[in-house]
């Protein structure tokens, strides 16, 4: 049983399965949502500590799974190439945070009025 005077976190996990396969959580949302912010899916790699091939085929599996494309990826010329969220990609992301919200602030609440000790992350 819990101390009384314990502190308590919550930690929800969504994730979308297409059969047997992951296609989709949190780590792939953060990193669309970073090459979204740097315009790089090897910059969201290297932000994450994530080698740019197994960044490329957690999209590639993605893209596969929801039959696609996430990102929009261009290579070299002036501009120095870059990967670009698709308009699925960025609805996608955003209704997974959405979706991640929700139910995390349900799960407080829930937890709150459970046990009354909460720790915000």
Not at 19 to 32: F, P, Q, S, V, W
Not at 87 to 103: K, Y
């Amino acid at each position: 049983m819990a101390d009384a005077g314990a502190r308590f976190t919550v930690d929800v996990r969504v994730r979308l399965f297409a059969e047997d396969t992951l296609a989709y959580g949190k780590g792939i949302n953060r990193l669309l949502h970073l090459c979204r912010e740097y315009h790089s899916l090897h910059k969201a790699a290297e932000e994450m500590r994530m080698s740019y091939r197994k960044a490329l085929q957690i999209v590639q599996r993605a893209e596969r799974c929801f039959n696609r494309p996430l990102l929009e990826r261009s290579i070299g010329g002036k501009d120095g190439g870059g990967s670009r969220l698709t308009v699925f990609g960025e609805e996608l992301v955003a209704a997974f945070s959405d979706i991640e919200a929700e139910l995390d602030a349900a799960a407080r609440e829930k937890v709150r009025r459970m046990i009354g000790s909460f720790t915000e992350k």
